[in-house]
């Protein structure tokens, strides 16, 4: 472009020899055409400008581009993401109206409990109430009675000390009663064999046993000379103790039937209890007692030992009824 203006220059000067009006108009086409030449390049710059711009654009344009795909893919995950969430939110939400459904009925239920439980316990703090109150009655009048029981204790104390000592005493008087009895039986029946009477004390009573031949022979209501001789001398001992108490227990052998025994023993005892009666010895002193062969001293399997179970015991013993009275 601006070679054209030059070579147009050129030109002009060439015909500088034109006249001034020519030249006149020359100098204004001149003068437009440089005008024209600057607009001319301006428009150049502007339009590499443009260019530049475009260029630039359209790469800013593919760029954004490649964002909006990758943003529209984005979105599609997304909106199926969301679409999931939704269902599963759904999902909880139809979940959560069933239990919010069912913890209605269980809440009502557990209300009803509640309630029934409350008024079980008001009924035990009422039950607590009056047996806290009835034990604060009964601890009052324990306190009364340990009061009373205090100031009474001397008293009863030295009460059962007096008691005791009394029956002491009487425990004493008893064994002395009954060593005395075991010394006068055994001088009075020192004359028999020892096969034949036996006196013996044991467990603070006194046994005195005659064997079966000595006493009745072959008999059980019959007794033998030697053995009334012996019953006298007890007798004659025994009358001297209105404090003791004689019972007289007859024994047999297995030889028969139970209640055939049963009746020999009681008619041995029972024919001992009357001559000691006859003989003088108070009736309430005496008992008669008949054992059967149920108290054997040893095995019935010999006939040695048949004689020996075969025997009447006269058993003296203390009378308790003194201990009684003090031990009330």
């Not at 443009?50 to 529209?72: F, G, I, P, S, V």
């Not at 012996?230 to 025994?238: D, P, S, T, Y």
């Not at 020999?264 to 001992?272: D, F, G, H, R």
Request: aromatic share 8%.
């Amino acid at each position: 472009m601006r070679s054209a203006f030059m070579t147009l220059f050129m030109a002009a000067l060439l015909y500088s020899c034109v006249p001034q009006k020519q030249y006149t108009d020359l100098q204004e086409s001149l003068e437009y055409y440089k005008r024209q030449s600057l607009a001319s390049d301006s428009v150049e710059i502007s339009n590499r400008m443009l260019a530049e711009e475009n260029r630039q654009t359209e790469a800013d344009l593919k760029e954004t581009m490649h964002e909006l795909e990758q943003l529209t893919a984005t979105n599609i995950s997304l909106n199926k993401s969301y679409q999931e969430i939704l269902q599963k939110y759904n999902a909880i939400v139809n979940q959560n109206r069933e239990v919010l459904a069912t913890s209605s009925y269980e809440t009502l239920s557990l209300q009803e409990e509640l309630a029934q439980q409350q008024a079980q316990l008001d009924e035990r703090n009422r039950a607590l109430e009056l047996a806290e109150r009835d034990l604060y009655q009964k601890e009052t009048k324990l306190s009364v009675m340990e009061y009373s029981m205090t100031e009474k204790g001397a008293t009863q104390d030295a009460e059962a000390s007096w008691r005791c000592e009394k029956m002491s005493q009487v425990i004493t008087r008893h064994k002395q009663q009954l060593g005395d009895l075991h010394s006068q039986l055994s001088e009075a029946l020192a004359g028999f064999s020892n096969n034949d009477v036996s006196v013996v004390a044991a467990s603070g009573k006194l046994y005195v046993t005659f064997s079966q031949p000595f006493l009745f022979g072959v008999t059980a209501d019959q007794i033998t000379w030697n053995g009334s001789e012996a019953l006298r001398e007890v007798a004659g001992v025994f009358k001297k103790y209105n404090n003791l108490y004689l019972t007289v227990e007859g024994h047999t052998t297995t030889d028969g039937t139970a209640a055939r025994n049963w009746d020999v023993s009681v008619l041995k005892a029972t024919t001992v209890v009357k001559l000691l009666s006859e003989l003088g010895v108070t009736p309430e002193q005496l008992t008669a007692s008949g054992r059967g062969y149920f108290a054997p001293v040893v095995s019935n399997g010999s006939q040695q030992g048949k004689v020996q179970n075969m025997r009447t015991v006269l058993i003296f013993s203390p009378n308790v009824d003194e201990l009684l009275i003090w031990s009330r």
